[in-house]
């Protein structure tokens, strides 16, 4: 079974700083990796997802993420982060079967302080 | 595009009670899987249907049933209500054919508050 692993529940970080969330992964099989954000009051967005390929891939609002197959991580990073970008991200590991079930890890809470 | 539609927004219940949640998927997706969303828990998959039949489905108890309708629309009940029910219930569409690799599209939510 798949398990994903967000170690960070809360990340505090100034306004224009760079920002990494970490994700860690565990599977035997392929998997299809994710980024989603979700906004106060709000259901989730998606930011990016890997399927295969390079393993740098760059998602909406300035995000971007490497998977990393031998460390089985896929770390969400952002150059400079705006006041906007609070919120709560989630990692997420989509299965290889045909059919939709995604794991979700236990989300990280981005705060951004002016 | 109409994005994913969820009515009602929020719900209070007493134990004991039961609930229907429902979820209005984009057009033209035929995949509807279901979350509950908790503070402990995080997002948990409840279960997922495509074309009227349940294709996949989590660690949930019995209380916990759904169904799709022909025009893809789906409706989650909750049965004998429990205090530990109380979470923000997340439905999501997609297309469908393309498994674990397919994005989801999320709705807003529903609120439920179990007292």
């Known amino acids: 079974a798949q398990s994903v692993t967000q170690l960070d529940s809360q990340v505090p970080v100034f306004e224009e700083a760079p920002v990494e969330l970490r994700c860690n992964y565990s599977?035997?099989?392929?998997?299809?990796l994710f980024w989603y954000v979700q906004y106060p009051n709000q259901g989730l967005q998606l930011l990016l997802k890997?399927?295969?390929?390079?393993?740098l891939v760059k998602g909406i609002n300035g995000f971007e993420a490497e998977f990393n197959k031998s460390q089985t991580s896929f770390h969400l990073r952002k150059p400079s982060v705006h006041i906007s970008d609070t919120a709560e991200y989630f990692c997420?590991?989509?299965?290889?079967?045909?059919?939709?079930?995604?794991?979700f890890g236990t989300g990280t809470k981005l705060q951004v302080i002016p | 595009k109409a994005g994913v539609t969820q009515t009602p927004r929020y719900l209070i219940k007493t134990r004991g009670q039961q609930v229907t949640l429902s979820c209005s998927p984009i057009?033209?997706?035929?995949?509807v899987s279901w979350y509950q969303q908790t503070p402990g828990q995080g997002l948990q998959f409840l279960f997922e249907?495509?074309?009227?039949?349940?294709?996949n489905k989590g660690n949930f108890p019995g209380r916990f049933s759904g169904r799709q309708f022909s025009n893809s629309r789906s409706e989650m009940n909750v049965s004998t209500l429990e205090l530990g029910d109380s979470a923000l219930y997340l439905c999501?569409?997609?297309?469908?054919?393309?498994?674990?690799?397919?994005?989801?599209?999320f709705g807003p939510g529903t609120r439920l508050l179990v007292l």
């Open positions: 599977s035997s099989v392929s998997v299809y």
């Open positions: 890997y399927l295969s390929g390079s393993t």
């Open positions: 249907y495509f074309s009227e039949t349940q294709r």
């Open positions: 057009s033209g997706h035929r995949s």
């Open positions: 997420a590991a989509g299965d290889s079967g045909g059919y939709q079930k995604v794991t």
């Open positions: 999501a569409s997609s297309w469908g054919l393309a498994g674990g690799q397919e994005t989801q599209y």
